[in-house]
């Protein structure tokens, strides 16, 4: 399919505002104070749990999604009807075990899922907020979330764990809130985003805003959206995510149902169809100013700049056991972002454990079924919850 098959949809929208999970609610005696000065009121986070919450409330896992992702870590996806985008981590005898865990996983704030964002209807007005959203950070994502756990009576989390800008906010986690995380598992992630990265999600968000049907950020009041921009955006996302080998192994330089070029623009190559693919199937399920606002926070994010300029001041005084994780072909955060954070751990006299995953399937290896970094979690986590008496 081409990209100029796309058309404009009503259900991203409508989950924005009447999402297929539960949702806290918070009034204007409840505001999220955020980063750029704005106290938002009235807000609300929607979110998920799965298994059981333990007599101590001791139990408690947050697993915090990645960019793209959202609070269907673990149950069928309302609008794609795919499996939840963790479901190799997150289950019944998996490496975070719903048999033993109470997990809760959160759409972020500035996000389209059901949790305050641009997509949703500023009341002041009647209308989605658009451009009117005020700026987001990951620490105002870690900040609702902590709301959220003060709502559900959860005074403090056994584990929190994620990856990408998924691990971001485990970082701001164990950052803002070292009393309340047990242990941290920030997988595949930095503790602030390189030029580079911030260089690629400039292009994805150039894409979006140049497509005519954006109007501003005003699309929603007019009935339109820019498919065509945040498919492109996307589809240039998604190469970061890969590897070179794993691209060659998967697509190679083989056609789509052709034995032939068509000597056309039309998508000849397997990895063309599958980047369109991938393009198409985004903008079904994702709004395109929550894409601009949660690239612009992972952006933003720059741990030891809050911190003096020195990351281990992140960490003074921690007693949150960490094991950080990255993945051999991950260029998007490559292994030395990973021990960055590892040695200013061990600066700080923080409990830290280090895995480097050996893997051709680039920064997606996280998302992906990789034997190696199931057996390096589950053993992390059996371990923390002995030290826990679970």
Not at 68 to 79: F, I, K, W, Y
Not at 357 to 364: M, N
Not at 367 to 387: N, S
């Amino acid at each position: 399919m081409a990209i100029s098959a796309l058309r404009p949809g009503a259900e991203t929208a409508s989950q924005a505002v009447e999402p297929a999970s539960p949702v806290a609610q918070f009034g204007l005696d409840a505001p999220l104070a955020m980063d750029a000065g704005v106290a938002l009121a009235p807000w609300q986070i929607a979110y998920q749990t799965v298994g059981r919450l333990n007599a101590a409330r001791s139990n408690a896992v947050l697993v915090c999604h990645a960019l793209t992702g959202d609070q269907h870590v673990a149950s069928r996806h309302p609008l794609t009807g795919k499996p939840g985008w963790w479901e190799t981590v997150v289950g019944p005898g998996k490496p975070v075990d719903t048999d033993r865990y109470f997990v809760i996983c959160a759409n972020v704030v500035g996000s389209c899922m059901g949790t305050t964002g641009p997509a949703s209807i500023n009341p002041a007005t009647g209308h989605p907020y658009g451009l009117d959203f005020p700026l987001v950070t990951i620490r105002d994502m870690v900040r609702g979330q902590a709301m959220l756990l003060d709502r559900l009576g959860i005074p403090d989390l056994f584990l929190c764990i994620g990856g990408s800008m998924g691990g971001m906010q485990v970082l701001q986690w164990a950052a803002s809130y070292p009393e309340r995380v047990f242990a941290a598992m920030p997988i595949a992630t930095g503790a602030r985003h390189s030029a580079q990265n911030i260089a690629f999600h400039e292009v994805g968000r150039q894409a979006v805003m140049a497509d005519p049907a954006w109007h501003g950020g005003r699309y929603l009041d007019v009935g339109t959206r820019p498919a065509k921009g945040l498919a492109v955006a996307r589809m240039g996302a998604h190469i970061t995510y890969l590897s070179e080998p794993a691209l060659h192994r998967k697509f190679g330089r083989r056609f789509q149902d052709r034995d032939a070029p068509t000597f056309s623009f039309d998508a000849d190559f397997q990895i063309e169809s599958y980047l369109r693919h991938q393009g198409i199937s985004f903008v079904e399920r994702f709004d395109a100013n929550a894409y601009l606002y949660l690239t612009r926070a992972m952006d933003y994010f720059d741990l030891a700049a809050d911190h003096g300029g020195v990351l281990a001041n992140a960490f003074r005084g921690s007693r949150t056991r960490f094991c950080v994780m990255s993945f051999t072909s991950d260029w998007l955060f490559p292994t030395p972002d990973s021990r960055a954070i590892v040695h200013a751990l061990n600066a700080a006299a923080a409990r830290v454990a280090f895995v480097e995953v050996e893997s051709d399937k680039g920064h997606d290896a996280f998302l992906l079924d990789e034997p190696a970094m199931f057996a390096a979690a589950r053993g992390f986590i059996a371990a923390a919850a002995r030290e826990r008496g679970l």
